[in-house]
């Protein structure tokens, strides 16, 4: 948050008529062709600190080649968490179901936290979950605002670090933990994201990783 940088005239232009950046004056053309690529300072969409991979037996889960059965999601603002429940059906006829909470800390802006469960609905095939950082993201039309200056992949532990058009460094680093509650198979997400050096940032996660999700949340 608050991390602004400047950006192309093609971030402006797609708004509704009334909108508040829709300003007559601003968006005469002859306003809008003397910008450069970087006059228009907005905040940039960074990777997304915890996405995950899911396969079950040798299928890996997608919304476009799966079929979702049903899906909740839920705000919980007295516990300040997103908890979203999934049943799909895969290719082969299985179903599996994810269970999952996830969090934005505001009592330290770097954490970001997942709880991601599994579990087989009438099926007995094996369940992986792996983290990784999601980094095919874009600002409006398509307008990428960062790029990639250094990384670091593992199967439980990312790292990248951006730079932004305007040269601030942000790093986002994850840690995973995965374990096995009879059929269920639990991955716990650990990022730490902002404007910080590649290895704070993945010393913040290893210390959150450390705490676990139930002390990070409280």
Known sequence: AGTYTGGPPELLGFHDGDHILSHPERMKEDKLSVLGP???????????PVGVKLCVGDREFSHDKSKILSCERIVEFD?????????????????????????????DSELVCLEYRVTPLGHTQAVSVEPFIKKDVTNTNGVVLWRQSRKEESPLSNAVECVTTDGTTVSIAQKGVCSQEGATTVLHVFAAAGAMSLAEAQ????????EGFEACLE
């Open 203 to 210: 010393k913040a996660a290893q210390k959150f990783a450390g």
């Open 79 to 107: 516990s300040v968490l997103v908890r979203r429940c999934l049943v799909f059906r895969d290719e082969e006829g299985r179903r599996t179901r994810i269970d999952s909470r996830r969090f934005v800390s505001m009592a």
């Open 38 to 48: 970087t006059d228009v300072p907005t905040l940039p969409n960074f990777p997304w």
